[in-house]
């Protein structure tokens, strides 16, 4: 049984930091794309970030450019979500997802397996 398990989230004032995580188990990830998307009250899902397990390479949203990191460690199956500077607008409920895709990012409907979401909340 595949999960994926997101940890991290939390209230924190704008210019701070959080790290978030996705542990993942139930299959091997190798030839997969692992993927934070964040929805915000109100909004639709949207993509944030995502990296090629193997190799690393890395796609980020331009509204994250410069402040987030994306991370894996293959060890421990888990990815990493570096947010810094994080502004209100980026309160959101923030979920790791995988792909076994070629793209990358790839398309949102490419991710067949989805954590239950980690919510971060960004005061002013």
């Known amino acids: 049984q595949v999960q994926l398990v997101e940890s991290g989230g939390g209230l924190v004032q704008a210019g701070a930091s959080l790290r978030l995580s996705c542990t993942a188990s139930?299959?091997?990830?190798?030839?997969?794309?692992m993927g934070w998307f964040r929805q915000a009250p109100g909004k639709e899902r949207e993509f944030v970030v995502a990296i090629r397990w193997s190799g690393g390479s890395t796609y980020y949203a331009d509204s994250v450019k410069g402040r987030f990191t994306i991370s894996r460690d293959n060890a421990k199956n888990t990815v990493y979500l570096q947010m810094n500077s994080l502004k209100p607008e980026d309160t959101a409920v923030y979920y790791c997802a995988a792909a076994e895709t070629a793209w990358l990012p790839g398309p949102e409907k490419a991710y067949d397996y989805w954590g239950r979401g980690t919510q971060v909340t960004v005061s002013s």
């Open positions: 139930g299959r091997a990830f190798s030839n997969y794309v």
